[in-house]
């Protein structure tokens, strides 16, 4: 029995993360302490998605 990998490129690329950024504000619960910082910085991370359709 053999297996073909086909085009699966393998976890790490469905899982690639395009981004990331470090919070300068809030500290342990910064998304509770900062929600407008995180809702801009989510907004910012879909925005490329939203563009293409």
């Known amino acids: 029995m053999s297996f073909s990998t ?3 490129r393998g ?3 469905a899982l690639a993360i395009p ?3 470090t919070m300068t504000l809030g500290r ?3 998304a509770l302490e900062q929600p ?3 809702a801009e910085e989510v ?3 879909f925005r490329p998605c939203a563009a293409g359709s």
């Open 19 to 21: 981004a990331a950024k």
């Open 11 to 13: 976890p790490q690329a």
């Open 36 to 38: 407008d910082l995180l």
């Open 43 to 45: 907004r910012g991370f």
């Open 28 to 30: 342990h619960f910064a």
């Open 6 to 8: 086909g085009g699966w």
